[in-house]
Every structure is written in C-alpha cells, then in structure tokens.
C-alpha cells in the first residue's frame, strides 16, 4: 500500500533560522508529491510539487522541497523562517493505484516559529 | 490559482438528521474529490467525481453519503442520517493537472 509518513508532529524553530519539516514516502512506481499548508480554520493550500525533473522544487511562500529517491523522501525547506510560517503542514503522494489521482496525506507536522 | 468556495462554513445538526455540503468551484474543472478530517487527525479521502459520475470511493463513503452536481456548477455531498463520528472538517477539492485546490472547508458537528 502506497503511504506517506511525517515522523514529527511538530518542529519548534527561532524566527530567522531555516526550517526542514520531513516527509518520507513509500509508493510503487515514481510518485507525485506534494507539499501543503493549513493555517488554524482555513482550508488547505498548495505550496509546491514535485512530478518530475530536477530535485528541488520551489513553491510558494518561499518555500522549497528536495526529493531525494534513494532515501524516498520529500522534506520541506525554507532558508528563514518566519513567525507567520506558523501553521500544520502536510505532505501527500498521489495514489498511483488510483485511476483519479487522489492523493494519500501524512498526518502532518505543527510548525511552531518563534519571535 | 483556482478558487473554490464551500458552504456552510459551520454546520451543526442532530445525529440522524441529513446535512448537504456544497461546494462551488469558480472555473470549469473535470475532476472533484470530498475529502475530510477528523479534529487532530490526517485528512482523508472520501470519494472522487469525475464527467458527473463517482469515479472512485473510499471504504469510509457508505451508503450513508452520497455526492452529486445538480446544476452543472454546484457539488455536494449528503450525508443522509449522521452520526456522531461524522463530526468534522469536509473539504472539497478540484485537480488542476497535478494537483488540486482545496475549498476552505465546512465544520460539521454532529451532536
């Protein structure tokens, strides 16, 4: 079964300093991945993805990922966090076994910035 | 990037009434999922629409639910007598090639 692991339910970070929230995959075949944020009442938005081509994928917000195969991982990066960076982020695969592109969640990682 | 917007955005109601959940993409999209997440817990697929036809459900999406677009530009899911464990947030989503645009969601509590 195709899965998607966050091993850190939150990470605690200073304003300023560079941030990595990790994301480990396992699917069979090459995956779809992707990276989103929820901040506290709203939905979920997109910030980057990887499909395909180079291995470091910028998104939004000024975030980055890095797909690493050999280590089956996704993890997100930013150089300086900020405060408003705050908030749960997720990481997701496609479902490779689905003919409608669902996608599969972790279960997310609570990013605290602080001042 | 495009929008999608859900309504209500809060919705209580008494176990074993029916609740309809709406979603309304502002473009013309093929695809549409449901998804939804339990408070403190990873979100999860419900069920996939696709050319006006479930295309894919999940193992959660009972006979209880139930999804339709009746007017070509609104999409909603039923749930047709609720229980309590139905209590969360539902999202629903839109795919743009790759990925897809999520609504802001509506808070379903069940009491």
């Known amino acids: 079964a195709q899965s998607v692991a966050q091993p850190e339910d939150q990470v605690n970070v200073a304003e300023g300093n560079p941030l990595t929230v990790k994301c480990t995959y396992s699917?069979?075949?090459?995956?779809?991945l992707f990276w989103y944020v929820q901040y506290p009442n709203r939905g979920l938005q997109f910030l980057l993805k990887?499909?395909?081509?180079?291995?470091l994928v910028k998104g939004s917000y000024g975030f980055e990922a890095e797909f690493n195969k050999s280590q089956t991982s996704f993890h997100l990066k930013k150089p300086s966090a900020l405060v408003s960076d705050s908030a749960l982020y997720f990481c997701?695969?496609?479902?490779?076994?689905?003919?409608?592109?669902?996608?599969?969640f972790g279960q997310g990682t609570t990013l605290q910035v602080k001042p | 990037e495009p929008e999608v917007t859900q309504t209500p955005s809060h919705q209580v109601t008494q176990m074993g009434q029916e609740v309809i959940l709406r979603c309304v993409p502002i473009?013309?999209?093929?695809?549409f999922y449901w998804y939804r997440q339990i408070l403190g817990q990873k979100v999860e697929f419900l069920v996939s629409?696709?050319?006006?036809?479930?295309?894919?459900k999940s193992e959660i999406f009972d006979d209880q639910f139930s999804v339709e677009r009746p007017d070509g530009s609104n999409f909603t899911l039923k749930i047709r007598s609720t229980k309590l464990e139905d209590s969360a947030m539902y999202f629903c989503?839109?795919?743009?090639?790759?990925?897809?645009?999520f609504g802001p969601g509506t808070r379903l509590t069940v009491t």
């Open positions: 989503a839109i795919r743009d090639i790759y990925e897809q645009y």
């Open positions: 699917v069979s075949g090459n995956p779809y």
């Open positions: 629409f696709y050319n006006n036809e479930i295309s894919e």
């Open positions: 473009s013309n999209h093929l695809y």
């Open positions: 997701a695969v496609r479902d490779l076994g689905s003919n409608t592109g669902k996608l599969i």
């Open positions: 990887y499909i395909t081509g180079d291995n």
